[in-house]
Each structure stands twice: as structure tokens, then as C-alpha cells.
């Protein structure tokens, strides 16, 4: 007889139903994408208000990032004790709360004290709203639909950009970027109220009849058939809680693969070092070149904008092509494309296309890197497996402004620093062809409950041929 997560994973796709959940979860994307944009644009201009070096002003993403790294690894690590629904919601509002209030900092150290809270709250929306939506999303269509999921984030982007130029022209403009996204986000936390507890965490903690009523209301909703099935006992669990939870987590994650896990790791931290190095410092590396706040803001945008265009292919390609063709291939391009942007600063078209192309290629990378990272886990592991996986990188990135700002770029110049960055996402792309299997068309916890689709061959399987 067929379990309940099996009859989730193969019911048919509903915008009404399965959709709801993807749009809700999205825009929560959003504004975690944002919030990391809107970094890069508040770093000149907190520059000038607070008269920073450049090396001080790499402290407005380090702040943001690292509370999200410590965001992601507590979260993560919440969502899969307390559920996805729960967190869903108090994560944005966490957000939303210190956000308004950095808006108000009478001081440089009291804003960067308020982003890093910020960041606590948004740095658990990714890892929280992933594990949920994949948790809700058929089988045949989960690659396209995570993959989807990451178009949210250059609508934020450019969504940043355009907001943030446009406020120039206002006296205490950095404050109103910061004041703006408070009140959707509000907005958005009530919505989230609505969303339905993940029936695949609710069976795996042997809340059966709370996982039979979302079950069957999805079967109706969806229109599938009625059939019998059944929920497998929970697997045990050691209930400790607090930091003490977080370590064990951690340490079943190496345990469950420490070549997955280590692949997972480099992926996430060399892929997004490139990436945000570029999102935090572009602008002001414009503005060094000699363009104005508002060329520079928008050159930008642009470099986000593509980035819309981009996701889509990227979700046309990863079930075609798969993950790890998708991400091996266009990661090391993005890296390529920066140094080339690096060589011809001084030329305006070619920098402007070399910025486009980045964005583009970068874009088609990071949701395939999305999708395949949670589907290497299973369900009791996903949301602290993406969470782990998540912080390391936001810890990497963090102090990355630092460095940029303080010894890379004034040291290595732009052409080095940005060769060494691609250099590394090449070696991780490498491990991961080594360490890390395909899951493509694979069944969610395939290898840990051995209920391999039709014709699909088990991670199990792929995991022993290593």
C-alpha cells in the first residue's frame, strides 16, 4: 500500500492549491533578496552619511550576512523540530521588526547592531520556505517549481535597484530604503498564517491524524482519486533541544554523507561568494570608476534583471538536462564572465554586456543549486541540510566585504581577486561531479525508505557506486 508522502508527491499540479504555497513562499524569497540587494546601494550612501572608509562600509553586508548564516543554521534547525509552518511565518516577522527599527539608528553601530537582527529572521526564510514548498510540490514537476521558486529572487533584486534609485532624489534616502519593505512584509506575514503544516513533516513525526486531514484535503482539492493508504511510524528522535539540537543535526548531516554534505557546502559558498562579492560591491565599484549614484545603481539592476529571463531557462533546463549538468557548467561561465568584466572596465559597452552576461549565466546556476541541494537530503535532515549548507556560505560571504573592501580589491586589484573567486567555484564544481549524485526524477527520501519510483534508481544506489 502507498504512504501518505507518496500520495502527495504524485498528485496532480493546481495553481489553486500547490501554487498558493509557491507564491507565498516566493515572496518571501523576495524579500530576502532585497534585503542582501539592498546592501550594495546602502553602502555609499552610508558611506557619505556616516563618513566611512571603504573598509568600514564592508561592515553593512557583513552584519546582514552573518545574522543570516546564524539565522539559517537556527531556523533550519527549528523548522525541522517545531514544522515549516511555524517558522514560515515568525522568520518574516523577525525581519520585518528590526528592519523598521535599523530605519530609525541614531548611529553606524546601532544599524549594523539592528541588520544583524534583521538578518537572524530573513537568514531562516530560505532554507524554512524551501522545505516547505518542495515538501508540497508533485514529483514530476518538483525540479521546475524549486527551480521557479528562485525567480523571486531577481525580481527582488531589480525590484531593489529600481526603489532605491528612485529614492535618491529624498533627503534621509537610505532610511526610506530601509523603511519600505516593513509594511509588505507585515503584509505577507499575515498571509502566511493561511499555509497548511507539511503533511511529509507531519507523518515523519507521527502526527497521523493531523498529516490524514492536509493529505486528504489536498487530494480533494487537487481532484486526484481517493485511494487507501498509509503513514509509516516516525522514526525516533533524541529530543534535545537548543544548541545541543543544532549539533546533532550537524553531526547527522556528515553522518548521513560526508561527501554530499562537503559537495553541498562548497557549492553553496563558492557559488554565492562570487555572487554576492559582485551584488554587495558592485555599485560602489562603479562609483570608483567614475559613474554616478544613479548610472551605477541602475548598471546594477541590470545585472539582476537579466537575471528574470534567466531563471526561467534555468527551469526549462534542470529537468531536462538535470542539476548537476546545469550547475557545473554555468557556474564556472559566471565566474569567467566577471573576470572578463574585470579586463575591460575600461570599456563601457563591454563592461556593461560582461555585467549582463554574469548576471544571466549566474542566475541560471543558483536555482538548480536550489532544487538539487534539499533533494539530497531526506525530509527529517532538508531544512537544516539547506540551512547548514546556507549559513556556511552567508558566514563565507559575510566576511568577504571585509576582505574585499580591506585587502582584495585594494591589494589583488579587481582582474586577481575575482580570478581566485572563479578558480574555486571551478574546484567545488569538480567535487561535486566526484562527491554528489543526480536527482533528477528521483522520489523525496528514496533512500532512506527504499520507495523508488517506476524506473528511477534509488540515491542509496548512487550514494554505494561513489
Request: net charge positive.
Amino acid at each position: 500500500m502507498r504512504t501518505g508522502d507518496q500520495i502527495v508527491q504524485d498528485l496532480p499540479w493546481r495553481w489553486g492549491v500547490q501554487g498558493k504555497i509557491f507564491i507565498i513562499g516566493g515572496l518571501g524569497y523576495l524579500f530576502d533578496a532585497y534585503d542582501i540587494a539592498l546592501n550594495g546601494f546602502l553602502m555609499p550612501l552610508l558611506g557619505t552619511h556616516f563618513d566611512l572608509t571603504l573598509s568600514q562600509r564592508g561592515f553593512v553586508a557583513t552584519a546582514n550576512l552573518i545574522g543570516m548564516a546564524i539565522g539559517a543554521i537556527a531556523w533550519g534547525s527549528i523548522a525541522d523540530r517545531i514544522g515549516r509552518k511555524k517558522a514560515f511565518s515568525v522568520t518574516l516577522l523577525i525581519f520585518a521588526l528590526f528592519s523598521v527599527l535599523g530605519a530609525l539608528s541614531p548611529t553606524y553601530p546601532v544599524f549594523l547592531l539592528l541588520r544583524f537582527l534583521a538578518g537572524v529572521g530573513l537568514g531562516g526564510c530560505i532554507p524554512v520556505d524551501y522545505a516547505l514548498v518542495a515538501e508540497f510540490s508533485p514529483k514530476k514537476y518538483r525540479g521546475r517549481v524549486l527551480t521557479a521558486l528562485d525567480v523571486w529572487w531577481p525580481v527582488g533584486v531589480t525590484l531593489c535597484g529600481l526603489v532605491s534609485t528612485a529614492m535618491l532624489t529624498l533627503d534621509h534616502n537610505w532610511r526610506w530604503m530601509l523603511a519600505t519593505m516593513t509594511l509588505p512584509a507585515l503584509l505577507l506575514f499575515w498571509v502566511r498564517r493561511g499555509v497548511p503544516e507539511s503533511p511529509v513533516y507531519l507523518t515523519k513525526k507521527g502526527r497521523e491524524a493531523e498529516a490524514r486531514a492536509v493529505i486528504d484535503d489536498l487530494v480533494a482539492r487537487t481532484g486526484a482519486p481517493v485511494v487507501p493508504y498509509v503513514i509509516p511510524a516516525p522514526v525516533e528522535s533524541s529530543g534535545a533541544k537548543g544548541p545541543r539540537a543544532a549539533m546533532e543535526q550537524l553531526r547527522d548531516l556528515w553522518k548521513f554523507s560526508a561527501r554530499i554534505t562537503s559537495a553541498s557546502w562548497l557549492l553553496f559558498g563558492t557559488v554565492l561568494l562570487v555572487y554576492y562579492a559582485a551584488l554587495s560591491w558592485m555599485p560602489s565599484i562603479l562609483k570608483e570608476e567614475g559613474l554616478g549614484d544613479t548610472a551605477a545603481f541602475m548598471t546594477t539592476t541590470l545585472m539582476s534583471g537579466v537575471g528574470i529571463t534567466a531563471v526561467l531557462v534555468s527551469t526549462a533546463l534542470v529537468d531536462l538536462v538535470g542539476r548537476k549538468w546545469l550547475i557545473g557548467v554555468t557556474a564556472p561561465l559566471s565566474g569567467l564572465a566577471l573576470v572578463a568584466f574585470a579586463y575591460m572596465m575600461h570599456m563601457p559597452t563591454g563592461a556593461l554586456v560582461a555585467i549582463a552576461v554574469f548576471g544571466f549565466l549566474m542566475q541560471l546556476t543558483i536555482p538548480a543549486l536550489y532544487a538539487y541541494v534539499p533533494e539530497l537530503y531526506p525530509t527529517l535532515l532538508r531544512a537544516s541540510g539547506f540551512g547548514y549548507a546556507s549559513s556556511f556560505s552567508r558566514v563565507l560571504t559575510g566576511f568577504a566585504p571585509l576582505l574585499f573592501g580591506s585587502v582584495m580589491w585594494p591589494v589583488l586589484g579587481l582582474k586577481l581577486t575575482f580570478g581566485v573567486l572563479a578558480l574555486a567555484v571551478v574546484a567545488a564544481v569538480v567535487w561535486m561531479a566526484v562527491a554528489a549524485p543526480e536527482t533528477k526524477g528521483r522520489a523525496l527520501d528514496e533512500d532512506a525508505e527504499g520507495a523508488a519510483a517506476p524506473g528511477a534508481k534509488p540515491l542509496a544506489a548512487d550514494q554505494a557506486a561513489l
